[in-house]
Antibody, heavy 122, light 109 residues
Framework: EVQLVESGGGLVQPGGSLRLSCAAS????????MSWVRQAPGKGLEWVAN????????YYVDSVKGRFTISRDNAKNSLYLQMNSLRAEDTAVYYC???????????????WGRGTLVTVSS | SYVLTQPPSVSVAPGKTARITCGGN??????VHWYQQKPGQAPVLVIY???DRPSGIPERFSGSNSGNTATLTISRVEAGDEADYYC????????????FGGGTKLTVL
């Protein structure tokens, strides 16, 4: 079955760190760009970061630059998001998403995980 | 940065047609993608490249994009279509980024 399964969410204090993981199965993980998208409680979707198939290109939303790092391990079919210096406004469900990328460039998200909740609170 | 504007809510009676708009500066020059999200669930892609449907998405879902407005159209609306809908583009400027609209809550009366 083609799927993405996130893990690693939880409660963390402001200023703390957390590492999210996303396990991919049912498709050739190394052939796809991948992304993290988040959704604060009761709010809309917010793109967080993208990573190229070989990890050579990464893009981030301004609000997480310098604090979050996206990475991947193609041998383990896994995507990661290292989150440091966490703030209350980072509280959200974090979704892992597979990207369909064209050379325009353009991209969209064709497969999503169920998400993992990150709560930043003291 | 590029901004996508959606109406917060749209209401429609069963069997009628719902139109959800997504406004952006010269959005017609970009490809627009649409997602459906039901409560407590992950988003699902329903339209990509303005008007293409993934396999498994009913033909009742269609899309268009021109000028400053993209539109998701749902024909013969069913109770199961009640959900939040988000438009999305990729802003490939000097600082590439993904952009989502604020979302539209579709209510089936």
């Amino acid at each position: 079955e083609v799927q993405l399964v996130e893990s690693g969410g939880g409660l963390v204090q402001p200023g703390g760190s957390l590492r999210l993981s996303c396990a991919a199965s049912g498709f050739t993980f190394s052939s796809y760009w991948m992304s993290w998208v988040r959704q604060a409680p009761g709010k809309g979707l917010e793109w967080v970061a993208n990573i190229k198939q070989d990890g050579s290109e990464k893009y981030y939303v301004d609000s997480v630059k310098g604090r979050f790092t996206i990475s991947r391990d193609n041998a383990k079919n896994s995507l990661y998001l290292q989150m440091n210096s966490l703030r209350a406004e980072d509280t959200a469900v974090y979704y892992c998403a597979r990207i369909i990328y064209s050379t325009d460039p353009d991209l969209f998200f064709d497969l999503w995980g169920r998400g993992t909740l990150v709560t930043v609170s003291s | 940065s590029y901004v996508l504007t959606q109406p917060p809510s749209v209401s429609v009676a069963p069997g009628k047609t719902a139109r959800i708009t997504c406004g952006g500066n010269n959005i017609g020059s970009k490809s627009v993608h649409w997602y459906q999200q039901k409560p407590g669930q992950a988003p699902v892609l329903v339209i990509y490249y303005d008007s293409d449907r993934p396999s498994g998405i009913p033909e009742r879902f269609s899309g268009s994009n021109s000028g400053n407005t993209a539109t998701l159209t749902i024909s013969r609306v069913e109770a199961g279509d009640e959900a939040d809908y988000y438009c999305q583009v990729w802003d490939s400027s000097s600082d590439p980024r993904g952009v989502f609209g604020g979302g539209t809550k579709l209510t089936v009366l």
